[in-house]
């Protein structure tokens, strides 16, 4: 399979052309469903297939920033994004990516044994405890989601009054595409933190921001999906730049990834239209858990089973996603034909 090898000039290595396409399209597929960029994903697999840690953040950014342009697009065309708390986040999300950076190129100055630096152990570990504590987290609220709203049909029943967050401290904002009415405070919080995260971990930081839009801020499910997208778009452009400035970006890689990325995304934006909302957090806290443990697996030295874990469960995710959008568009046919 040496002829599918390419030369990338700025890691100085070459690499299998055919998985970069493959990374690609699997989250682009993964990143356009879940409105995430999808490097919880890439930024493991990279780093899995001989990347150094910070040309792994560094392309995979590049990578998220040309794709979230494609299926924010496609999101905005169904509106499904809150352009308002969507602006709102770039503030935060900025000032947060290059806080993040500079500790990863802080830590990225310190060698250990073997020699890797500090970066890479520090980011696995950090990786691990965020995708196993969130996937954990909404496997939980999926389960007991019917025990909740019963709850809350019965509170409904006898008149009592919904308790107030205690985080909706003044002052107060109103986004009405999404519905919702929250403390400034926890919107910029938010986003602040998922910025950092998207600066120090190499991700759009939209694994943390989609799942905190729906349970801190209150998005409808699709509309979270939407606006975190718009979300990543920025944060995904800053932490290009700003790790290319640092020259470790390399576009060829980040070039490949996008061919498969541009299809991958159309695909994914358009089964969210199929599948209600419980169903996507599912599937998402599944995928994170799957990521969190190819990641443990590098960490621990399995490198290869590390790889074949983090793109069989990205391959698996894209297959049952494009499975469902598959049916549940053979069913709004059938349906149209009935009438």
């Not at 299926?71 to 809150?82: E, L, P």
């Not at 909706?168 to 986003?191: E, K, Q, R, Y």
């Not at 069989?312 to 959008?325: D, F, P, R, T």
């Amino acid at each position: 399979m040496e002829f599918l090898n390419v030369y990338l000039p700025i890691a100085e290595q070459n690499f299998n052309g055919l998985i970069l396409v493959a990374i690609g399209f699997a989250v682009g597929v993964l990143g356009g469903f879940f409105g995430v960029g999808g490097a919880w994903v890439v930024t493991p697999a990279l780093n899995i297939f001989g990347f150094p840690m910070a040309y792994a953040i560094g392309t995979d950014l590049a990578h998220i920033f040309g794709k979230s342009i494609v299926a924010t697009a496609k999101h905005r065309k169904m509106g499904n994004v809150d352009m308002k708390l969507g602006i709102w986040s770039i503030i935060g999300s900025v000032i947060g990516v290059e806080a993040g950076a500079q500790v990863i190129m802080w830590l990225s100055t310190m060698k250990i044994a073997g020699g890797d630096t500090l970066a890479g152990p520090v980011v696995r570990y950090s990786y691990m405890i965020l995708l196993f504590g969130l996937g954990i987290y909404m496997l939980y609220d999926y389960a007991t989601k019917d025990k909740r709203a019963a709850a809350k049909a019965a509170t409904a029943t006898v008149g009592m009054a919904a308790p107030k967050k205690a985080w909706n401290l003044p002052p107060m904002m109103h986004f009405p595409a999404s519905g919702i009415t929250i403390s400034f405070w926890t919107v910029m919080g938010v986003f602040f933190f998922t910025g950092f995260l998207s600066g120090f971990l190499g991700v759009g930081g939209g694994f943390i921001r989609m799942p905190a839009l729906i349970y801190l801020i209150g998005c409808p499910t699709a509309i979270a999906v939407g606006t975190d997208l718009f979300s990543v778009l920025f944060a995904g452009a800053y932490g290009c730049w700003t790790y290319g400035v640092k020259g470790v970006v390399d576009i060829v890689a980040a070039i490949y990834m996008l061919v498969g990325a541009s299809i991958g995304a159309q695909i994914g934006v358009t089964a969210v239209k199929y599948i209600r909302g419980y169903g996507i957090r599912l599937l998402f806290a599944i995928m994170i858990i799957l990521a969190g443990a190819s990641v443990a697996l590098k960490q621990f030295g399995l490198t290869t089973m590390a790889a074949w874990v983090v793109m069989g469960a990205a391959m698996s995710m894209c297959a049952i996603i494009m499975a469902k959008l598959w049916a549940g568009f053979k069913k709004e046919q059938a349906e149209k034909m009935a009438h």
